[in-house]
């Protein structure tokens, strides 16, 4: 379910489905260029992964060296830390994820949209806080240590802008002109020349946080829908010619090129063999104890990266948008409810998916660790059946128990006090959650990564 959307946030979403061809996201006039503008897009099928992807970036479009590339990465893949982006596009309102909902001054800023003292579930870390009703899920989550909560994060200064202060979190930093993402950067430090799949969109545009300045990234919209193509062959047929051509391609022979036409054939039809589970929906191998929400996009591309990182595939860093829109400036009260829910459930599904695949008998969950951001959280004020911009917001980081070290980061800040634009004043920077993900998760060379970085504080959340 969408949000009831403001103007700006309307007129860009009409802008990004206008241009979606184009590669990356576009925005008004005035405002700043997403990360990543001018790259080229290359369409290109890798074959050892069996995806058609966006590529953006690198050198010289070399398909075969692009699929030596993820060949040789995939030997070292299921030793390689993975982080997810999940992004919960409009401005996520903190105070109904978490409310306050004993206090007296949050019950007078909302007098329609409060949540009554009990109707939630109780929050571990804060007696002051409980979970909306939709959110069960996260709360299991955070009560078996496998969520951290960051229940007041943000930026000096904020700017209530969705497009600026996005591209603010995009970047890594608060400027205007920054054209490379945080997580590009890093894959400029640490990612390969070859291998477009260590930086992955899980969209038909490239998320801006992945635009790096000289390493190849990639998007790719619909990772359950790839297949091989055959044309006007009907399934039956083209099961026994399958089986046909992996037969043909695994006979010996001393011609050299028969040899390798043969190979070629063999390798095609092992490839869509193996990600027969792909294709469609249910994927035949998710663990009986990942039950996902049906009908849900989001839910769908997280069962299928699930399936893609249990495969060996050679990802380092994926960005997707979550389910709905939270730009609720009207109708919040059930807008949010339905958005939650499917949120929840999805995300829960996705950490038990993830802990029922093992990787040499240790499970998958324990190199994957998902960071959750919003733009920035709602006005504590409601305007009557929503809330406008606000400034700091939620943001949660899901794992396993031993890697995630805390359970809630930084105070909550209350509604008593609030900045000088009546806003909840924020406790996190989200440059300290950055600093920390880069240093302790997915390491490697960070040196530039994150500008002005000592200024940021390494906030320990995870285990070392």
Request: aromatic residues 6%; charged residues 15%; hydrophobic residues 40%.
């Amino acid at each position: 379910m969408n949000a009831c959307h403001c103007k700006e946030h309307s007129r860009a979403a009409v802008m990004r489905e206008a241009a979606a061809g184009n590669g990356l996201r576009p925005i008004e006039p005035g405002m700043p260029m997403p990360a990543g503008t001018g790259l080229s897009r290359r369409a290109f099928l890798a074959r050892s992964s069996g995806l058609a992807l966006a590529v953006f970036g690198g050198g010289a479009f070399a398909p075969r060296a692009f699929e030596e590339g993820i060949a040789d990465a995939m030997s070292a893949a299921r030793q390689s830390s993975v982080l997810i982006s999940v992004f919960l596009d409009g401005g996520l309102d903190t105070l109904a994820l978490l409310a306050p909902a004993a206090d007296a001054a949050y019950q007078a800023l909302r007098p329609t949209l409060k949540m009554a003292p009990d109707a939630g579930f109780a929050f571990r870390d804060d007696p002051r806080l409980q979970w909306h009703s939709a959110a069960a899920p996260l709360k299991a989550l955070h009560e078996e240590d496998k969520l951290t909560v960051v229940p007041a994060i943000g930026y000096s200064s904020p700017n209530q802008s969705h497009f600026t202060s996005r591209h603010f979190y995009e970047v890594g930093e608060l400027n205007e002109s920054g054209q490379v993402g945080w997580l590009g950067r890093w894959l400029d430090r640490n990612g390969r020349a070859d291998n477009p799949l260590q930086g992955l969109s899980l969209d038909t545009t490239l998320a801006p946080a992945l635009a790096a300045a000289s390493m190849p990234v990639a998007a790719v919209a619909s990772p359950t829908n790839f297949a091989l193509g055959t044309d006007g062959v009907g399934a039956g047929v083209k099961t026994s010619m399958n089986q046909a051509y992996g037969t043909l391609g695994r006979l010996a022979t001393g011609d050299p090129q028969l040899a390798v036409a043969r190979g070629a054939a063999a390798q095609v039809v092992g490839i869509q063999e193996s990600l027969a589970g792909l294709y469609g929906q249910p994927i035949a191998d998710t663990p009986a104890a990942a039950t996902y929400p049906a009908n849900s996009g989001f839910a769908t591309k997280l069962r299928a990266l699930a399936k893609m990182l249990h495969m060996g595939l050679p990802i380092r860093c994926v960005a997707l948008d979550g389910n709905g829109g939270y730009d609720t400036h009207e109708n919040q009260a059930a807008t949010l409810t339905a958005n939650l829910t499917q949120f929840s459930q999805a995300l829960r599904a996705f950490q038990a998916d993830l802990e029922g695949r093992l990787e040499n008998g240790v499970p998958l969950a324990e190199r994957v660790i998902v960071h959750v951001w919003s733009e920035f959280g709602r006005r504590p004020a409601e305007n009557g059946s929503g809330t406008d911009h606000g400034a700091a917001g939620a943001s949660l980081l899901m794992g396993s128990t031993s890697n995630l070290a805390k359970g809630m980061e930084g105070e909550y800040t209350g509604v008593t006090t609030l900045d000088n634009h009546q806003n909840l004043r924020m406790s996190t920077d989200f440059r300290s959650v950055y600093r920390t993900l880069l240093e302790d998760w997915l390491g490697g060379d960070i040196t530039g990564v994150l500008p002005n970085a000592s200024q940021f504080s390494n906030l320990g959340l995870i285990k070392t």
